[in-house]
């Protein structure tokens, strides 16, 4: 009689003891069925690691993409104001020398 084998533990102990078993009595669990259930295994845990680093990826992407927006709008106000700023701050200052020194003529 096969019965059903739910803790890993068991199965794993099972597995181990497989090829004594098919060398006493016969083979309880075929071997190419045992490859395919651990096989199974496997990539399914492959599968659920894979799954995880896509969903990291894409929440890393969508800040990535936040942080590149920000800057993007921080270098414009920078290449806008960086030459404007000091030309008409010389502007404001001969502007107020000329003004002051007409004034007192």
Sequence with gaps: ??????????IASG??????????HGPIVPTATLRL???????????LGACAAGASAEASGRASRSAVDR???LLGLAVGLVP???VIV???????TIVVGGADR
């Design 15 to 24: 597995a181990e003891q497989a090829p004594a078993t098919l060398v006493s």
């Design 84 to 86: 404007t700023v000091p």
């Design 90 to 96: 010389l502007y404001l200052l001969l502007r107020r």
């Design 1 to 10: 009689m096969v019965t059903a084998r739910s803790d890993p533990v068991e």
């Design 37 to 47: 259930v651990v096989a199974a295994g496997i990539v399914a845990r492959l599968r």
């Design 71 to 73: 800057l993007a709008v």
